[in-house]
């Protein structure tokens, strides 16, 4: 059976996806921009839009009994290389453990005030192998 995992963000409705799709034992998680979804504004800088986004990441990934200690995989978009220090930074501190295959491409994303986008692929339990 196939959950979808919705965020509450009104960009889901809009354009018709889920925020994370669990599927057996593997969970996708959506690619995920720096919203502060309480506020519903783009921070500034890098770094907190970085912390946003695995914030909303790690709540979508609590909502399908995982974490991100489950992360297999990560995907990470950033829009000029002057985001590239701030991103690795938040990646690191997070990732320097779990170590996931990782791909970081810079290009554009779909409205200016974004810098960054992250998608993640987890396994339920991928912690305990």
Do not use: W
């Not at 196939?2 to 057996?24: K, N, Q, T, W």
């Not at 990470?76 to 320097?96: L, N, P, S």
């Not at 453990?97 to 970081?104: E, V």
């Amino acid at each position: 059976m196939v959950l979808h995992i919705s965020s509450g963000s009104p960009f889901e409705a809009r354009i018709g996806y889920s925020r994370a799709v669990v599927d057996g034992s593997m969970i996708y998680v959506s690619g995920t921009t720096g919203y502060d979804y309480e506020t519903m504004q783009m921070p500034e800088g890098a770094e907190t839009q970085a912390r946003n986004a695995f914030h909303t990441i790690a709540h979508a990934l609590e909502q399908a009994g995982s974490s991100l200690k489950d992360v297999v995989r990560v995907r990470y978009y950033i829009t000029d290389m002057a985001h590239y220090d701030a991103m690795v930074k938040v990646a690191g501190e997070i990732f320097g453990k779990i170590r996931p295959a990782a791909t970081m491409l810079v290009c554009g994303l779909t409205t200016p005030e974004m810098k960054l986008e992250i998608e993640v692929t987890a396994r339920l339990g991928a912690h305990h192998s």
